[in-house]
């Protein structure tokens, strides 16, 4: 079976460092997972090596006050995106309140509704972006070594990545 994309960055990463011998395999287990769907929750935790740490939303990491706000201006986005975030949130794995911590490599996807062909068609003022944005600020928070981040093309993340 060949490389995925997320091996094959993360493994050239380490090695650009010296981290890592030419011919070592890369093998990393997840440190954490969030995912808003009960049931995709439960196939993440029958995985042969599931996440420790499962969140419910990424939202939850967003302070009450400002995640209540909508998504839908520029000056509200840019508050969500640059606020500091709760370290502590509900984890379904281990049916109590865990920490969320940076790791040495971070990949994610968000909704596209906003931004599909087939969706809504709203872009960045769309109402699903209130998670992209809690992720946005999540991962400045954390700074995590390497970040990939999935969606379809006109998301246009280009545009906020300055945030991160």
């Known amino acids: 079976m060949g490389q995925s994309i997320i091996q ?10 010296g981290k890592l011998g030419n011919r070592q395999p890369v093998c990393y287990l997840p440190a954490h997972a969030t995912e ?8 993440l935790l029958v995985l042969p090596h599931p996440p420790p740490h499962i969140f419910d939303n990424v939202c ?6 400002i995640i ?35 790791t040495s490599q971070h990949t994610a996807g968000s909704p596209c509704v906003d931004h599909s062909h087939f969706g809504k068609k709203r ?12 992720w946005i600020a999540t991962v400045r928070c954390l700074r995590h070594a390497i970040v990939v981040h999935e969606n379809v093309e006109l998301t246009h993340l280009c545009a906020v990545a300055h945030t991160i």
Not at 36 to 43: A, I
Not at 123 to 134: C, E, H, I, R
Request: charged share 20%.
């Open 123 to 134: 872009g960045m003022a769309g109402p699903q972006n209130k998670v992209l944005w809690s």
């Open 36 to 43: 808003m769907d009960p049931h995709c929750q439960h196939v």
């Open 8 to 17: 094959y960055v993360v493994k050239h990463f380490l090695e650009e460092h």
């Open 68 to 102: 209540n706000l909508s998504a839908q201006t520029p000056s509200t986005r840019a508050r969500i995106a640059t606020c500091e975030i709760k370290r502590f949130a509900y984890c379904g794995a281990c049916g109590k309140d865990c920490e969320i911590f940076a």
């Open 60 to 65: 939850s990491f967003i302070p009450e006050d």
